[in-house]
């Protein structure tokens, strides 16, 4: 059995503090701690059977009875948490992304890989039963070589602006995740971008400084082109699609719903719409990382979203961004050597 702490009590800290407690067997969460712990929260951890709550994470960094801390607290704080929980001697599941800065990304990838001890990435979606069955049939050799991916992501509402101000921008907050999910399903790494974008959802956006609606072209080093569609709000609800073409085929998957059930009528075929958003989408996705992560742990093996797994996505979102301010494809080797990589 594996303790784990939690750092960070918010939605994300919550999502795992539930899937653990349900679906993880081999692992107990032990203490949880969130600098504006009040009742609520802790009546939540209670009902969970965790009855060590904390405002000061230190707490659970100094508890040797603590394998492992699971990092979701706010973005800033991931790469400095990330270092220290790992000098503290603790396994580290970190959310993503590790940081915005390559720099400070650099040196969680030195303290890691100089401790010996297993750090993992919090991207989700490679543990969606939906993305599984392309990487397994890409993978086998089903659809024979890659020629096209493509990935559709839009969110059914945009968020705050306060949020969007502090986010990194579309392509290190919410774009990350598909660039992902391209060198998941390919196998490859992207060589070169080129990203276009506008603003269509809410003129507060571009005014942040940020878009919200885009569309960015990868090459991949595997000789495939990937194309990515992003939309920071569609009215019918969570759109999470992909496909891979090859020589011998294509595989794609569609949205998740409720249900299958559609109704037919005099006046047109009407199917349920995709669930609302990513708690309901990907809930389960949250259970199967954290028990990939403890498996590793307990199995002495690497863990399947490693730091560079948290390096390479922000990279390629570095070169989008550019690519969008400068109107030119970038390679990704241009982000890397700025910073010596």
């Keep these: 059995m594996i303790n784990i702490g939690i ?17 993880v067997p081999n692992a107990k969460v032990k203490a949880i701690a969130d600098p504006f712990l009040n009742d609520n929260t802790i009546a939540w ?28 607290a706010s973005t800033d704080m991931h790469s400095p948490l990330s270092i220290e929980a ?71 509402e945009a968020p705050p602006i306060e949020y969007v101000k502090v ?36 003129p507060a956006i571009g005014e942040a400084g940020d878009i919200d609606t885009a569309v960015i072209t990868l090459k991949l080093a595997n000789g495939a082109t ?17 496909e891979v073409f090859g020589t011998k085929g294509a595989i794609a998957i569609s949205n998740d719903s409720n249900s299958n059930a ?7 075929v009407v199917a349920e719409k995709p669930m609302y958003f990513f708690l309901e989408r990907y809930m389960m996705a949250y259970a199967h990382e954290v028990k990939s992560f403890v498996d590793a742990i307990e199995n002495d093996t690497e863990t399947e979203v490693n730091a560079n797994d948290g390096l390479q996505p922000v990279l ?25 990589l």
């Design 45 to 72: 951890a209670n009902a969970l059977g965790i009855t060590e709550t904390y405002t000061d994470y230190k707490k659970i960094l100094a508890d040797k009875d603590i394998q492992a801390v699971l990092i979701c």
């Design 262 to 268: 559609v109704f037919s009528g005099e006046e047109g």
């Design 167 to 202: 986010s990194g921008g579309i392509f290190l907050d919410m774009t990350i995740h598909d660039f992902d999910m391209v060198r998941y399903l390919s196998g490859s790494e992207v060589t070169e971008v080129f990203a276009v974008g506008s603003v269509t959802v809410d």
């Design 86 to 156: 790992i000098q503290a001697g603790k396994h580290v599941f970190c959310e993503k992304p590790i940081d915005h800065d390559v720099n400070k990304i650099k040196e969680v990838l030195d303290v890691v890989n100089a401790s010996g001890l297993k750090y993992q990435v919090g991207f989700n979606r490679r543990f969606d039963h939906n993305f599984r069955a392309i990487k397994e049939a890409v993978a086998s050799g089903k659809i024979g070589k890659q020629q096209i991916i493509k990935v559709t992501s839009r969110d059914p």
């Design 226 to 242: 990937a194309v990515i569609d992003n939309c920071r709000k569609a009215v019918y609800g969570y759109d999470q699609r992909a």
């Design 7 to 23: 750092i960070g009590a918010g939605r994300i800290g919550r999502v795992h503090g539930e899937s653990i407690s349900k679906f």
């Design 316 to 340: 390629i979102g570095l070169a989008a961004k550019k690519s969008v301010q400068e109107g030119r494809p970038v390679t990704i080797k241009e982000i890397a050597d700025e910073y010596n």
